[in-house]
């Protein structure tokens, strides 16, 4: 079973099919080629994992489609999630 999924060649996530821990090495496929991923803390399922480096103000693209903005750099490894991404939907966590 692939721990890390990614959809689209166009994505700079992939998005955990398990609770992943940190310093845990996953290759994943990303098309034509794959990286190997290190880590750089836990993942829970379902949460999303940058699979390369991603500059601060940078698009953040899942399944082909731009989901949000980075609010500062996310290196390969690291958790992409509300603390580092500004949502493109909204955020169900904070009230208006």
């Known amino acids: 079973m692939q721990q890390l999924i990614m ?56 399944y082909g489609e731009e989901i949000g903005l980075t609010t500062n750099n996310i290196s390969l490894g690291e958790h992409v999630h509300v603390h580092n991404v500004l949502s493109q939907r909204g955020r169900g966590d904070l009230s208006n």
């Open 7 to 62: 959809i689209n060649p166009k994505d700079n996530v992939a998005t955990a099919t398990t609770d992943l821990q940190k310093g845990q090495e996953i290759k994943v496929e990303t098309g034509n080629a794959s990286v190997l991923i290190r880590l750089k803390c836990d993942i829970g399922f379902g949460h999303k994992v940058a699979i390369r480096d991603i500059q601060s103000g940078s698009a953040v693209y899942k």
